[in-house]
């Protein structure tokens, strides 16, 4: 009996020996305008095991401008974005919260988000075999530092002002009224959230703060998943290696992070305590690495963090990757993992 993508999945998160690491892609829209054909041979050759739903939202939220493209595009916060290149989100340059006291109110809660269409979501997830990720996606200290600014932000976690832990308190609230939702009403497999916590080489605030301010709102966050039978997956760009432990300790299903940055061989001691939702190295070796060089670094994450399951193959196709590295890294995975089965 054929295994499907989604059974895939379960094993590996659950370490139960699937018959090959599961796959995703993650493409950024420079990768589809810059490399259309090799895009689709991907997808044909190595199609996508893990997939996000469609929220079918019956309140559309108001935005402007199109956050891909040159120029400026407001988000459903109001957030504005500048980009100066097409293909990839830009940066907020003239925050809204100025002052905590006079600005929280120019802020608008999306709660357009919670008007998901329940039935046409478990439509879709009853119709693919595929493992769904959950429509939402939570990121409490990056939505702040769109909102305030990143180094206004810094300064206020030295000692947070009352506006801040106000506020903080009023967007945990909505990020875990979204969760409830998908969480409560949906078939979907896993919810998720994600906040990029690393420099290159340290995580971006000190852990003690990092411990009493975001820690108890990933915990509320990971409870509410699980309380409803849903694995819970995370993303966070950087060095933080100081912060596996505390996911781990949280029951963290899945992290998806920068290997490379943190040094594979010292995450081998989390091995078979979460599984590794990729990467592989989007700095240096995808853009310009030899495909025997990509070769080589999925056989390090395989030979160091694999335990009968534990890793996903995945990797961003985004700017500057060579499309004959991306397609390398799901044929190693490929040939790695399918030896291990024989």
Not at 144 to 149: T, Y
Request: aromatic fraction near 12%; glycine fraction near 6%.
């Amino acid at each position: 009996m054929r295994i499907t993508p989604r059974e895939i999945v379960y094993r590996t998160l659950n370490f139960d020996s699937p018959p090959r690491a599961p796959r995703q892609l993650w493409l950024l829209p420079w990768a589809n305008l810059h490399h259309p054909d090799e895009v689709k041979r991907i997808h044909n050759d190595f199609p996508d095991d893990i997939i996000f739903a469609d929220s079918h939202l019956k309140e559309k939220s108001k935005t402007s401008g199109d956050i891909w493209s040159v120029g400026k595009f407001v988000d459903e916060w109001g957030c504005t974005f500048e980009n100066v290149q097409a293909g990839i989100c830009g940066e907020v340059k003239d925050p809204i919260i100025k002052d905590w006291d006079e600005d929280m109110k120019k802020v608008h809660f999306p709660r357009e988000w919670l008007s998901v269409d329940v039935d046409a979501v478990n439509r879709d997830v009853d119709k693919t075999d595929k493992f769904v990720l959950a429509g939402c996606c939570p990121r409490p200290f990056e939505r702040l530092q769109f909102l305030r600014g990143t180094e206004n932000l810094y300064i206020d976690l030295l000692d947070p002002p009352a506006g801040l832990r106000y506020f903080l308190k009023e967007l945990h609230n909505f990020y875990c009224e979204l969760l409830e939702l998908w969480g409560r009403e949906t078939q979907v497999d896993a919810l998720l959230f994600m906040d990029d916590w690393g420099a290159q080489n340290a995580l971006l605030i000190n852990p003690e703060v990092w411990k009493e301010i975001f820690k108890p709102l990933y915990k509320d966050y990971i409870e509410i998943a699980h309380s409803y039978g849903k694995k819970v997956f995370m993303h966070s760009d950087g060095y933080i290696l100081p912060i596996f432990p505390e996911l781990i300790e949280l029951h963290l299903d899945a992290i998806n992070s920068q290997l490379f940055c943190m040094g594979v061989e010292n995450l081998k001691p989390f091995a078979g305590k979460i599984t590794f939702w990729g990467e592989i190295d989007r700095q240096y070796l995808l853009p310009h690495g030899t495909q025997e060089d990509i070769e080589k670094a999925v056989k390090i994450v395989y030979d160091t963090l694999w335990c009968n399951g534990g890793c996903i193959a995945q990797c961003e196709f985004g700017p500057g990757a060579k499309p004959e590295n991306v397609y390398q890294v799901f044929l190693s995975w490929e040939q790695l993992t399918s030896l291990k089965v024989q």
